[in-house]
């Protein structure tokens, strides 16, 4: 009897351990399509780091941009690395030999991520910078007691603007959904998809093909969408229709097609028009593969971003009149730079906090129209982003009557 006992309570234990490892895998990891696991974590603490293969890595070369600052807002692209803290941007300058596009950005301010909850997640961080309220984690698009606030997609068509949402993850995931939609949960993706098709967002391009079934399926029919799975069929888009691209049934990672530039360049010729738009762009795996404490995947998708990045500046270089603000919704992974780094230090032991979201504060770097002109603090909110891209379009267009598109928790 004794001795079955003591089976008994090891079962116990080592059942304790893995739900324990799963539950904080399960609130402390950003992400609904990280695999982490108890057995990867404790090999990635227990091997050596190994060497990074950084020869698959194809970094835009380093170039300055001169965008004009004096014209008034008529375009803001948003651009938000998931997870991209201060430090995983030097990493990526110390295996690439160079600065990044976006480090060549002159106005840089530090932005504090906290949510009401604590350490932020990426729901009530897009949340903050798209309706300029903290709220709880996976809160999308209301405040603390699930009441609805106006999102920046909803400002922006009230307008007039064109809207647009391009990501690498699932188009419902977190950052774009609290772009548009009104939701205490971030874990619905069917309706937020709904939402977002109900918004009628312009364009919508990333990965997510699996929610594209049934009633949503149905709502991009009724709502006039265009729907294309493949690169081919992008660039072939018009805009004659509002344009939805689902590239991958899950994320589009790492060398899959169509590249985030890509998809970025596709968006910027649909949504141009006399009478401004609003893009979100988002590098949405850096953090994916941070909570994975995988630095050379995480580096593959940096260059991803970077890249973006270069197309968007590239892009409002030749059309004066846009704001390009390029910013992170929180740090991932704890990255740490080794004193006097070479590339060959950067790898998976940079990572310290077991691919958990920080507190620390992100950059925020700002181009083109006003940008010199949005803060006035070195330090700001994250809802400051909200707050000063608001500010630059209504000195432009005008106030306007607040519309919500869709009621929250429907
Ligand atoms: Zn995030």
């Known amino acids: 009897m004794k001795k079955f006992l003591s089976i008994l309570l090891s079962f116990v ?16 990891t950003d992400e609904t399509t990280s695999n982490k696991t108890a057995s990867s974590v404790s ?39 998931d997870g991209m803290g201060e430090n995983i941007i030097k990493c990526s300058e110390i295996v690439k030999g160079d600065k990044l596009i976006m480090q ?7 932005v504090k991520t906290d949510s009401l909850s604590g350490t932020t997640d990426s729901a009530a961080a897009s949340t903050a910078m798209s309706c300029g309220i903290k709220t709880e984690n996976q809160y999308l698009g209301v405040d603390e007691n699930g009441d609805p606030v106006e999102t920046m997609v909803e400002f922006a068509k009230a307008r007039g603007l064109k809207t647009g949402l391009v990501a690498t993850q699932v188009l419902p995931h977190a950052t774009p959904a609290g772009m548009v939609c009104h939701y205490n949960a971030r874990s619905v993706l069917n309706t937020l998809f709904k939402q977002m098709l109900r918004a009628n967002v312009d364009v919508l391009f990333g990965g997510g093909s699996q929610y594209y079934t049934g009633g949503a399926e149905r709502t991009a029919v009724s709502n006039d969408y265009e729907y294309v799975r493949d690169e081919k069929d992008m660039l072939k888009m018009d805009g004659s229709k509002k344009s939805l691209g689902m590239f991958a049934y899950d994320g589009i990672y790492g060398d899959k097609t169509p590249s985030l530039s890509t998809m970025t360049e596709k968006a910027l010729e ?21 909570a994975d404490l995988d630095m050379e995947g995480t580096l593959k998708e940096m260059q991803s971003f970077d ?7 590239s892009w409002a270089e030749n059309n004066p009149g846009t704001l390009v603000i390029v910013t992170a919704d929180h740090e991932t992974g704890g990255v740490i730079v080794p004193e006097n780094a070479t590339a060959e230090d950067i790898n998976n032991d940079c990572f310290t906090s077991g691919g958990e979201h920080t507190s620390t504060n992100v950059l925020l770097m700002a181009a083109g129209a ?10 700001i909110e994250n809802t400051d982003i909200s707050k000063a891209m608001r500010k630059q379009l209504n000195k432009t267009y005008g106030e306007a009557e607040v519309k919500l598109l869709n009621d929250a928790n429907v």
């Not at 060549?104 to 530090?110: A, D, F, L, P, R």
């Not at 006003?370 to 330090?379: G, K, R, V």
């Open 13 to 28: 234990i080592i059942l304790g351990f893995c739900g324990c490892q799963t539950a904080t895998q399960t609130t402390s």
């Open 43 to 81: 090999q990635a603490e227990e091997t050596i780091a190994p060497a990074l293969d950084t020869d698959k890595l194809e970094w835009v070369d380093f170039k300055e941009y001169n965008l004009s600052t004096e014209e008034p807002v008529k375009n803001v692209i948003l651009m938000i690395g």
């Open 104 to 110: 060549g950005i002159e106005n840089t301010v530090y």
């Open 270 to 290: 649909l949504l141009n028009n006399d009478n401004g738009f609003f893009l979100m762009v988002e590098g949405s795996n850096i953090d994916i593969k941070e």
């Open 307 to 313: 890249k973006a990045v270069n197309s968007v500046l």
């Open 370 to 379: 006003q940008s010199d002109n949005l803060f006035e603090e070195d330090t």
